[in-house]
Structures are given as structure tokens and as C-alpha cells.
């Protein structure tokens, strides 16, 4: 079996490689810088002006940065979240419990209890991690996926279209589109002509935001 490695992106924090597809988890320029950028600046925080009871799905569990981000979040503003994720390759303990976010202080804060936690938790259930934040993980593929209810945020963090083109497909991005609540929000780095365009034809509003550092853009999508 051939293990993820683990590397230091350039904002100090770690990622993984992913040794089938060769490709990184997050911005080898700053995992956290870009977690903190597309998916709390421009998805919880945006959100949380208006809401304060929040359900979020995100596509790729992966390293665990965004939901653990998420649950720093929601602990700091008093915001009450609903977190369900989808992972059909969830890293093992060997791998995870050598990632360093619990221990770099973020504006969020930090905590290891609450990141070994979310990795621990099992499978498939639904766990009260704390009086903010509710997780379900779900160990399996979107296309196997059945929502129960609508979202009000979207994290889609798959890898690239290069890597995963199923993914991103008019038809997976549909599947988001209605998963969505109405005036929801998806939140993505990719920020490629074709993509925005099939967001388009769906219904969505496109904005092209400022992205973290070595990315020039990153989307978010709303719908109507």
C-alpha cells in the first residue's frame, strides 16, 4: 500500500500528497491560508450575517482542516452548524494524526481535542461534537450519496477538474445545484471559463473573488 505524504506548504501548515494521483489536498502556497480564505471568509463568515443557524455539506472530507476550521468558527461567533461530509478514502490515523493544525494558533483559535475528535468520531452516524457544531461523516462517493434535506452551504473541495473530471461534470454540479436551499452558497477553489459557465446555465450567480495567495481567483455561486 502506498501511503499519502505529508508536506509543509508555505504558510507553515501541512498537507498531503496524494500518491495515486499525485496530487495535493490543499495549496501547496498555504493549506490554511487558502481553508480560511474560500471556505470561512467567503462561506461561513459571509453566511453567518444573516444566519445564524447554519447546515453545511462538504465534498472531501480529506485532511479534516475545513470541518475542524468550521467548528472553530462556529465556536468563536455563536453559531450553530450542521456539517455533513462525504469521504471515500478517509485518510488513516498514521497519516492524520501527524498533521500540525492543532498546533498553529489561528484567529479562530486552536484545539488538538477537537481535531482528533472529528477524525475519530465514526462513520455514518450523527454526533453532537460540541453545543455549535453537529457532524455526520459519510464514508462513501457523491454519486452513492443521498441527501436528506437542503444546504445551505457547499464546500465543493474535490480535486481538480484535471484530476477528477466525473466530478465536475454538468451533471454532478446539478446534483449540487439542487442540494442547495434557496439563496444557498457553493464555495470552490477552481475558477475555470468552463466551470463558471455551467454553474450559469444552472441557475447560479458567479462571483469571481480574490483568492488566497498564489491563486489569482476562487468562485462562489449562489442560488436564486
Known amino acids: 500500500m502506498i501511503k499519502p505524504v505529508i508536506f509543509n506548504s508555505a504558510d507553515g501548515s501541512d498537507s498531503v500528497l496524494h500518491p495515486i494521483w499525485n496530487s495535493y489536498y490543499h495549496s501547496k502556497h498555504g493549506a490554511l491560508s487558502e481553508s480560511l480564505k474560500v471556505y470561512i471568509e467567503y462561506g461561513l463568515a459571509y453566511r453567518s450575517q444573516i444566519q445564524n443557524s447554519i447546515k453545511i455539506f462538504e465534498f472531501g472530507f480529506g485532511t479534516g482542516l475545513n470541518a475542524y476550521l468550521t467548528l472553530l468558527f462556529a465556536i468563536q461567533n455563536g453559531v450553530t452548524v450542521n456539517y455533513q461530509t462525504i469521504e471515500n478514502m478517509p485518510l488513516l490515523e498514521d497519516t492524520w494524526s501527524r498533521l500540525n493544525y492543532p498546533n498553529i494558533q489561528t484567529a479562530l483559535g486552536s484545539s488538538n481535542e477537537y481535531f482528533q475528535l472529528l477524525h475519530r468520531l465514526s462513520w455514518g452516524q450523527e454526533f453532537i461534537v460540541c453545543n455549535n457544531f453537529i457532524l455526520t461523516k459519510n464514508n462513501s462517493s457523491f454519486e452513492s450519496f443521498k441527501p436528506d434535506s437542503e444546504f ?10 484535471e484530476i477528477q473530471p ?25 475558477a475555470k471559463g468552463q466551470f463558471k459557465r455551467d454553474l450559469r446555465s444552472l441557475g447560479f450567480i458567479v462571483e469571481a473573488l480574490s483568492g488566497p495567495i498564489g491563486k489569482r481567483e476562487v468562485t462562489r455561486a449562489i442560488k436564486l
Request: glycine content about 8%; charged content about 15%.
Open 152 to 161: 445551505d452551504i457547499i464546500y465543493f473541495d474535490a480535486f481538480g477538474p
Open 166 to 190: 466525473d466530478l465536475w461534470t454538468l451533471e454532478s454540479l446539478e446534483k449540487l445545484y439542487f442540494m442547495l436551499a434557496p439563496g444557498g452558497i457553493l464555495l470552490t477553489f477552481c
